[in-house]
């Protein structure tokens, strides 16, 4: 599997993504906003895009799919229920399906509600497993859940699904928000020392056309959204949530979490 994260370098920090085959050259693109561009990395690398895939309805993923699926007839793949949101849905993908990409590469869809209800992550079947997560999962993050979403259904996705994924599974979320989600963490983790100094190697330095492409082991580690048995953020979580119990379950401090990063 040939993975290319291309950075857009818009507003909103999108992150698109191509997904090849290496034995046939046939290319899955993700999310590509940027028609441009992908269609670019796509013709610089050789390789002839097939189908699309929306991880979810959102238009800073969506609005590609048009001049992507014009100039090369490729078929567009989305959640089974996102059909009445994505306009011409070829393919709609619930829970175990597969989808392949040439001859080598498949790749397990997820049904990851929370972001928004309709949302798609994928999961390489291969050696080192890789994380195709759209808004669910960023580094050092979490999805908000403002635009059709719900935070429960997060967290459930979160506790079911994301944690349970090997320690090894690369992740390749659909915006680059390390660098704010680090601080964040250090606002309610402040004795993070591994989040600190991944936040101070990056000072200065984060390129997201080069980004880090951390493992689920590392998200364990500096993601707060992970961390929901941590006595420090528990303790920081009391500080503003007087009444949260003395022994608060994962979900309460992770709706709680969530709660604060939306005004964060």
Known sequence: M????????NAYRNFNYLIAC??????????????????????????RITQVLNTHEHGDH??????????????????????DRIADVDVGLAAGDVVRVGRSVELLALDTPGHTMSHICLLSKTDQPALFSGDTLFNAGAGNCHGGGHP??????????????????????????ITNNLAFTLDREPDNTVAANLLADLDGSHDP?????????????????????SPSVIARLRETFGNLPDEPSPK????????????W
């Not at 040939?2 to 370098?9: A, D, H, K, N, S």
């Not at 799919?65 to 059909?83: F, Q, S, Y």
């Not at 309460?252 to 005004?263: A, G, I, P, Q, T």
């Open 22 to 47: 290496p034995e046939t050259g046939e290319a899955l693109a993700v999310d590509p906003l940027d028609h441009r561009k992908c269609l670019a990395r796509a013709e610089e690398k050789g390789w």
């Open 152 to 177: 429960e259904e997060l967290y459930e996705t979160f506790a079911a699904q994301l944690t349970a994924l090997p320690e090894d599974t690369l992740i390749y979320p659909g915006h680059d928000y």
């Open 252 to 263: 309460e401090v992770f709706l709680r979490l969530r709660e604060l990063r939306n005004s």
């Open 2 to 9: 040939l993975v290319e994260q291309i950075w857009t370098g």
């Open 209 to 229: 056309a080069e980004a880090l492409v951390t493992t689920l082991a590392q998200e364990r580690e500096v993601n707060t959204f992970f961390r929901l048995r």
């Open 62 to 83: 969506t609005g590609g799919n048009g001049p992507v699926k014009a100039a090369t007839g490729a078929r567009l793949l989305a959640h089974a229920k996102a059909g």
